[in-house]
Structures are given as structure tokens and as C-alpha cells.
């Protein structure tokens, strides 16, 4: 019985193509030494995969900032201001692409569908002229052929590429993408020639767009596509792999009446249905089903005995030899190795899976069904999944009575938003277009020190809170030396926007090494909630308090919400999404409180990944909206009219949830806005109207680029197009934790002084 795993961590056990990146890009090592990490690292994975046993092992997964840009490089699709003249894609151009530098923006960024992955999003055009600029997949297949080792190359479909892309400036929003369909089928054959030269027998296309809702013009692109490349590929098979949802209807009978592909892959943990439309409609003979029954999302182990009964279920439709066991995605999305946890506790550590352990899951399930199961695995497997079902630690019958009551009211506060901010800025007294920041500043090495020091006992308490003490008053002076209007304290006390307040609640585990990528260079190591959740103390009030003691302005209390931290979570699996929300929202309601009763005036509960969690299906949309809106509003319904609310959102396609943004009724939104070529202002000029405070970004704060003032105030100008002066605050897009002082200083310079512009002008008008 054949197996597979759709994709592999690329960052390294211990984050070593981060670490070799960041090198890199700030000068201090070549492109070579940058090459010779990443080689060893294919290297090593394709090893470690060989190790476990898989069979169909995957290429060009890896990639130095996003595969859905490797594919942009693939086609040679670069914007023009990037200056590219052709040839073959160098590190200049596709990094340039990804991060922006002095003189040019970056290319937008967005959501990878509803995982906390964020790809490059294509900028294309009915003008682009198309060339095979990057022949990195088929380098890769060489490279790990040169080892011994044959691997499946995957490579972005054709059609979702074009799906996930977006019109170039300058062209009509209305364009049809899909279009270009024909201008990019002869580079994919191409590769796909090129490959089976090397000696690939698969190419695996992953299409995840699949399992959108589509139109029948865009079902049909697939069609014409397959069809296209069944010419091309000869002897190679074409995998397609689907992931993250449950297969439509239309769509399932779609794929597999394709002629042009050999096997289809299907997420059988998020798509359950799916499972039932193979039984109900069939699966075609002449196909190879990939079943996707090892989680690539989540880090809990397998339940392999009921694994095994829905693959042995699946083997009775489509045969022995048309079945193969894989992940229900790419492993990219969970940690690498469970082997690097020496300090996690031993009961909680036995109900993991990470990256490494999923391989030998997906061999096992797979030898299993080819009669040779190894018992004992199996039974290690099921005595964890009882310890788990079983463990007192994981069940607070006081919590999950105080979430079950929460059914009871929408708990709105019951003064209207216009009339509380009449309210807030008599107490507040704050200028028309207001400057803040959205929560972080930069976080420096000494920084990063003087904590790593307090977690392993080298410092004590009191250095501890003196060092970060005397960061805040920094922060808090550059703020004020900046003119800024509400500040915020910087946030040096804190490692990650989720894990921080994890680590503070109960029901939460964390790793040491469990980091998994955001984008580029940036990972998150993603809190374990096991269990469920309660605040046992405050978490924040004593740093809000010390902040707000060091100014007369006022001081933004920062919390992370709770759809956020649930979306930035590996939750737990054996109880509704949802419910695991309303007990972290009753744990963020006790601190906002404290906050309150402390003397914090402004607190922020961010909410970036609100919009990350929405389903791709529509007809789950408005359930889940309504659970997580709800959840926001839960966290800050007994404060008093006085107390302004923020919240913040960042990188994603906000305008089609804007109705759920405005009923979470905060005070103040701040949102993402500039780097997706103020897609966010269109909304606004297509009648929605917003009463409450909002800060859509004034500038990308994920590249080093530093924004003009002309630049901001044109900005400035374009929102106050479509938006009341007296609701409008000027702030970047999102924290400044990842910048340098020497870009974030003259950038937030321009924004005040483009802010007192827009003021200057404002008054002289009047």
C-alpha cells in the first residue's frame, strides 16, 4: 500500500532557513552560504521521509518566501517596476518581490485560504507577457535524485494560481483572470516535459481553489486545463491534491470525470462530506484516490484505529491498488519535530503528532492496510487517545458552566457607538485624525536577551522588571518625542501576540520548538489549548499601569481576542471550535476589567485573524460569524461608555465580512489597508457606512520600505474621500515588532506630520 504526504516544513527543526534568511537579507552572509543551508535542509527532509517510510515522497516544497511566488517566478510574472529583463530569476528580483526594499513596494500579501500561512499574491494583466523564468522545480527533483532518492514534484495548478491572483494596478477590477489560462498551459507543460526527461514518474498539481464555491466557467478552466496537460504529460501521472474543505458536489463530479489525471487527493479530516460523496456517487476506476486521513493542520496524534476503518471503508469502493495514504494537506502548517520537546509534560507530549511523527503515522496506516500492522504502535496510539479522552486535566466543570450560560444574551453594550464616542473624547480630548500605533515596537536583540535570560532563571525578577520598565519608558518617550496621540507601551514583555496570554491561562501547553511559518522568514509558535480555558490572575494590568504612569496621554491597555488566539492555536479537537471561543472570551473579559478598573482608558483587544477563521464554504459563513462576533463582544460588554474599545485586524479580504466587522461594535477599528493597494476603501466608497472610529493603515509596516510624507497624506486624503473626519485615526497597518528603530522612526515621523498636514488643511478649509 502506497503512502505520500502532500508537503513538509521548510524552516528546519530549529528555524535554520529563517535564521539563514534574515543573514542574508541584512548582509551578513552571501547568496551561497543562503543556498548551501536551504540544499542541506531538502536534504535532510527528504531523508527523514525515506526514514519513515513513505513512498511518494514530495519536491519543491521548499521555498525562500512562498510557493505561490516560486510560481509567479516560474511564469516569469513579475510587475514591471521590479525592473526584471528576463532570463532566470535570481534572489534581487524574487526577494524584491516578496519584501519590497527603499524605492519599491512589495507585492501584496494575504491569507493562504483560512490558515495563518500568508502567500504573495500575483499582480497580473491582459498586457503580461509570460516566459519560463525559474526552473527551480525541476532543479529540486534533480537534486534529490542525485541522492537516490525519487520524489513526487509539486507545483501550484494552474488554475488556482490564477484564482489566488488579483489585477494589476491599472487594470479593471472586472478582469478575468482566467483569461490568461491559455498564455500559462504551454510553462506548465513545458516543466512538466522537463520533468519526465529527469525521470519523474508524478507531478503532483495542488488546486485548493477546488474546494471553493465556484462558477461553471471556473469548473470548466479545470477541465480545459487537465485536458490540456493530459497531452503533455505522457508518462508521467498527474496528482491533483485538494485540501482544507469538503469537495462540492458539481465540483467532485467535475474532477473526476477528468481525463487528464491519474489520482486526486481529498482532505478527509476537514472534508468529511466528502467521504460521504465517495460512497454515494463512487470514485472513477481508472483513478488513483490520495485520502488524506493524517491531520497537516493540527498536532494532535492520529486516532489510528479509526483511521484505519475509514480507509478500509474506502479500499471496499476503490480497490487495494487505487488507494494511497497521505496527509489531509501539506505538513507546512504544523510544527516539525514532537523529538525537540524535552520540556513539555510527558501525558500531554504522548497526545502529539508533529511533522516528523505524521510520516511514521501515514507509513503505519499505510502498512496496516496492506495486513501488516504493527500492533504495538497501534496500541501505544489507542492507550493516548483514552489518557486523553480521560484526564481530569482537561475538563473545568465551573468554565463550561459559565461558557453555557453566555447562550443567554448577544451581550451588546447598550449605549450606541456614536454616543459612547462623544462620550470617550470629552474624557479623551483627542485631535481630529488621531496618530497611534497599532500595539509593537521593534524588538531587539538585547530585548530578546534580557527575556530568554528571565525564562532560564540567569536573572532574577527584579532585573527583569527593571530592564523591561526602562524599554517602556523608552518607547513611551519616542512616542511622545513623535508627537504621537494615543500610545501604546511596546510590548517588550512579550514573545508572541497568542502564546504571551497562553502562557498565563489555564488549559494551555507550550513548546520550545514547535514553530511553524507565517510568511517569509516569520514563524509563530502556536500555544497547545488541551484543555479548557480560565485566567487564574491578570496577565497585563501591571505593565498597562506602569505605562500609563509614565504619561499624561492616553495608554493603550493591548490584549489579543479570542477568536484570534483560537485561530492561532493548535485547539483541541474533541469539542466545537466555538465553545473553546467562549471560554478564552471569558478569560479576556475578566482582564479587560482589571484594565479598566486600573485606570487604562483605551484598551485594544485585537482581532487579526477574525476573518483568517472563516470558512471557505458560504453557507457556513454566517455560523461562524456569528459565534466569533459574538465571542469579541462578550470580552468588553461590561465596561463603561466612557472605556474606547479598539480592535485590530490585519492582511486579509476584509470588505466581504465588513456587515460582522461593524456588529462587533468597537469603538475603534484599526485595519490592514495599505499593502493590498487600499482594497479595504472600496467598501466604503460603495455606500457602507461606518460610524465608529477607523484606522485603516497608512503604510506596510512588512517592508523595509520607508513611506514620504506625500505618500501618507495621499493616503490620508483618499480615505477622508469616503470616510467622516471625525472617525478617522491615522496609524500604520500593523505592529512594528518585526522593523528596525532606524526604519520605524522616520516612518512614524511622516505619518504625524502627514496627519498635522491633513489637520492644517482640514481647519484652513473650514
Known amino acids: 500500500m502506497a503512502s505520500h504526504v502532500v508537503g513538509y516544513p521548510r524552516m528546519g527543526p530549529k528555524r535554520e532557513l529563517k535564521f539563514a534568511l ?10 551561497a552560504d543562503l543556498e548551501a543551508v536551504a540544499k542541506e535542509l531538502r536534504a535532510s527532509i527528504w531523508k ?6 513513505v513512498k511518494l515522497i514530495p519536491s519543491n516544497t521548499f521555498s525562500y518566501y512562498d510557493q505561490v511566488l516560486d510560481t509567479t517566478a516560474m511564469l516569469g510574472a513579475v510587475p514591471p517596476r521590479h525592473g526584471f529583463a528576463g532570463g532566470e530569476i535570481g534572489f534581487d528580483t524574487y526577494f524584491s518581490m516578496a519584501r519590497g526594499n527603499a524605492t519599491l513596494p512589495a507585492m501584496e500579501m494575504t491569507k493562504w485560504f483560512d490558515t495563518n500561512y500568508h502567500y504573495i499574491v500575483p499582480e497580473l494583466g491582459p498586457e503580461i507577457k509570460f516566459a519560463y523564468s525559474s526552473h527551480k522545480a525541476v532543479a529540486e527533483y534533480k537534486e534529490a535524485k542525485e541522492l537516490g532518492i525519487d520524489t513526487v514534484p509539486v507545483i501550484v495548478g494552474p488554475v488556482s494560481y490564477l484564482l489566488l491572483s488579483k489585477p494589476a494596478k491599472g487594470v479593471a477590477k472586472t478582469f478575468n483572470l482566467l483569461t490568461l489560462l491559455d498564455s500559462i498551459l504551454p510553462i506548465y507543460k513545458q516543466v512538466v516535459s522537463e520533468l519526465e526527461a529527469a525521470g519523474a514518474t508524478w507531478v503532483q498539481f495542488d488546486e485548493p481553489s477546488l474546494v471553493m464555491d465556484l462558477e461553471a466557467h471556473q469548473l470548466e478552466a479545470f477541465s480545459k486545463a487537465y485536458s490540456y496537460l493530459e497531452a503533455s504529460s505522457l508518462g508521467v501521472n498527474l496528482l491533483v491534491e485538494t485540501y482544507f474543505a469538503d469537495i462540492p458536489v458539481e465540483t467532485y463530479k467535475t474532477i473526476t470525470s477528468l481525463k487528464g489525471i491519474s489520482a486526486i487527493g481529498f482532505d478527509l479530516i476537514r472534508g468529511t462530506k466528502t467521504l460521504d460523496l465517495i460512497k454515494e456517487i463512487g470514485f472513477p476506476s481508472d483513478k488513483i484516490l490520495f485520502a488524506g486521513v493524517v491531520d497537516g493542520r493540527n498536532i494532535w496524534a492520529n486516532d489510528l484505529a479509526a483511521s484505519l476503518t475509514v480507509l478500509e471503508s474506502l479500499e471496499s469502493i476503490v480497490g487495494k491498488d487505487k488507494l494511497v495514504v497521505s496527509t489531509s494537506c501539506s505538513l507546512l502548517h504544523t510544527a516539525v519535530d514532537l523529538e525537540n520537546e524535552t520540556k513539555l509534560d510527558s501525558e500531554i507530549k504522548s497526545w502529539l503528532a508533529f511533522a516528523a511523527q505524521k510520516l511514521i503515522e501515514v507509513d503505519a496506516l499505510a502498512k496496516a492496510l496492506a495486513g501488516q500492522k504493527d500492533e504495538a504502535f497501534f496500541g501505544v496510539n489507542a492507550s493516548a487517545q483514552a489518557s486523553r ?3 481530569p486535566r482537561v475538563t473545568n466543570e465551573a468554565v463550561q458552566k459559565a461558557a453555557a450560560a453566555l447562550k443567554t444574551s448577544d451581550h451588546r453594550r447598550a449605549t450606541p457607538v456614536n454616543i459612547r464616542l462623544e462620550q470617550q473624547q470629552k474624557k479623551l480630548n483627542l485631535p481630529i485624525l488621531p496618530t497611534t500605533t497599532i500595539g509593537s515596537f521593534p524588538q531587539t536583540v538585547e530585548l530578546r536577551r534580557v527575556r530568554r535570560e528571565y525564562k532560564i532563571n540567569k536573572i532574577s525578577e527584579e532585573e527583569y522588571v527593571s530592564s523591561i520598565k526602562e524599554e517602556i519608558a523608552k518607547v513611551v518617550k519616542l512616542q511622545e518625542d513623535l508627537d504621537i496621540d494615543v500610545l501604546v507601551h511596546g510590548e517588550p514583555e512579550r514573545n508572541d501576540m497568542v502564546e504571551y496570554f497562553g502562557e498565563q491561562l489555564q488549559g494551555f501547553a507550550f513548546t520550545v520548538n514547535g514553530w511553524v511559518q507565517s510568511y517569509g522568514s516569520r514563524c509563530v509558535k502556536p500555544p497547545v489549548i488541551y484543555g479548557d480555558v480560565s485566567r487564574p490572575k491578570p496577565m497585563t494590568v501591571f505593565w498597562s499601569k506602569m505605562a500609563q504612569s509614565m504619561t499624561a496621554r492616553p495608554m493603550k491597555g493591548m490584549l489579543t481576542g479570542p477568536v484570534t488566539i483560537l485561530n492561532w492555536s493548535f485547539v483541541r479537537n474533541d469539542q466545537p471550535r466555538s465553545e473553546t471561543c467562549m471560554q478564552i472570551a471569558l478569560a479576556i473579559k475578566d482582564e479587560v476589567e482589571d484594565l479598566e478598573a486600573g485606570g487604562i482608558q483605551v484598551i485594544q483587544i485585537d482581532e487579526a485573524a ?12 454566517a455560523y461562524y460569524l456569528d459565534w466569533a462576533v459574538h465571542g469579541f463582544r462578550i470580552t468588553n460588554c461590561g465596561v463603561q461608555d466612557t472605556t474606547q474599545i479598539h480592535t485590530h485586524m490585519c492582511y486579509s479580504n476584509f470588505n466581504d465580512i465588513i456587515h460582522s466587522i461593524i456588529d462587533m461594535d468597537a469603538d475603534v477599528i484599526t485595519i490592514e489597508n495599505s499593502r493590498s493597494d487600499e482594497k479595504l476603501l472600496s467598501v466604503f466608497r ?7 472610529g477607523i484606522g485603516p493603515g497608512v503604510y506596510d509596516i512588512h517592508s523595509p520600505r520607508i513611506p514620504s510624507l506625500e505618500e501618507i497624506a495621499d493616503r490620508i486624503s483618499k480615505m477622508l474621500a469616503v470616510l467622516e473626519t471625525n472617525i478617522l485615526w491615522v496609524n500604520p497597518d500593523c505592529g512594528l515588532k518585526t522593523r528596525k528603530y532606524t526604519e520605524v522612526v522616520p516612518a512614524l515621523t511622516n505619518v504625524v506630520a502627514a496627519a498635522k498636514l491633513l489637520r492644517a488643511q482640514l481647519a484652513s478649509a473650514k
Open 48 to 53: 527523514q521521509t525515506v526514514a519513515a517510510g
Open 610 to 621: 477574525l476573518r483568517e477563521g472563516l470558512p471557505l464554504r458560504k453557507a457556513e459563513h
Open 389 to 391: 479522552r480521560t484526564s
Open 22 to 31: 534574515e543573514s542574508f537579507w541584512d548582509g551578513k552572509t552571501s547568496a
Open 686 to 692: 460603495e455606500g457602507v457606512k461606518y460610524g465608529a
